[in-house]
């Protein structure tokens, strides 16, 4: 059982951001110190790609490297083997299905995108407190990414 009422549940799960969240900035620094440039939410120029979005609206598009990064909250996307991640104790049955269903829409979107021709990058939300481990599981995950002048910095 909710030890919170409806209405103050609803209040709280409100306040739940989407977009331009601390990890999805904090990648987005790093990114931008490294030097590269990137579009967000997945947008890119319409006519390129129906209405302009990618399937599952990546959190950051690099068109030029044909890169796509998203930027996953360890609970919202039941980041395996992570203290931030636990089945909540109350309404099992609902979490488990909403957090299923976000997992499977992840990995197809993630086929579609593969299909497309973009290597996709996950980066967890955990991952995000140690810049120095952030900057070396960029330079693993995103393979493809070549930067002016050589290798990553």
Not at 44 to 56: D, H, M, R, S, Y
Not at 66 to 76: K, L, P, Q, R, S
Request: aromatic letters at 10%; charged letters at 35%.
């Amino acid at each position: 059982m909710d030890t919170l009422s409806k209405e103050k549940r609803s209040w709280v799960m409100s306040r739940i951001k989407s977009k331009d969240t601390k990890p999805e900035i904090t990648v987005r620094k790093l990114l931008h110190k490294m030097g590269f440039r990137y579009r967000l939410q997945g947008k890119v120029a319409k006519g390129i790609f129906k209405k302009g979005v990618l399937p599952g609206k990546p959190d950051i598009v690099m068109r030029k490297y044909m890169t796509v990064i998203f930027v996953h909250g360890c609970f919202w996307h039941m980041h395996k083997n992570c203290t931030n991640w636990s089945l909540p104790k109350s309404n099992i049955e609902y979490w488990g299905k909403k957090l299923n269903k976000n997992v499977a829409r992840f990995e197809k979107n993630k086929r579609k995108l593969e299909n497309m021709g973009f290597d996709v990058v996950v980066i967890w939300e955990c991952e995000t407190k140690d810049m120095p481990m952030l900057l070396d599981l960029l330079k693993i995950r995103a393979k493809k990414l070549k930067i002016k002048g050589g290798d990553l910095k």
